[in-house]
């Protein structure tokens, strides 16, 4: 568990990992299983993009349609992103009740 950065007393525990914005990692929702690997997201700026899943994540964890991820866009091909992580269902409804997820995206209301 990581704790946040400041050094207050009362400080929470982050309990699931979150996308690192400086490293341009966003939300997104998995919308539509294409095969071979690719997926159809709707990130949260609200671009629709074809996602790959790399084969670390593709033996390991299976995604299905309405799953929260983590996704970074393609520098050069800006319709394309890599996905990083995918939630939990339990993760996904923590942080919607967190409000960690933007407004645009959450479902797990």
């Known amino acids: 568990m990581k704790r946040q ?3 207050n007393p009362g400080d929470e525990y982050v309990r699931v990992k979150l996308p ?7 939300f997104a929702i998995a919308d539509q299983l294409l095969g071979a690997g690719k997926i159809r997201i709707v990130c949260e700026d609200g ?3 074809l996602g790959r899943i790399p084969g670390k994540i593709k033996k390991r ?5 309405k799953d929260l991820l983590i996704v970074i866009p393609w520098d050069f091909q800006d319709e394309k992103a890599n996905i990083l992580y995918r939630y939990t269902n339990t993760q996904a409804s923590y942080l919607s009740r967190s409000n960690k997820i933007p407004p645009g995206i959450d479902i797990y209301k």
């Not at 964890?61 to 349609?65: C, F, G, K, P």
Request: aromatic content about 6%.
């Open 5 to 7: 950065e400041n050094n």
């Open 61 to 65: 964890m299976w995604i299905r349609e």
């Open 20 to 26: 690192n914005r400086r490293k341009g990692e966003m």
């Open 47 to 49: 671009k629709s993009r």
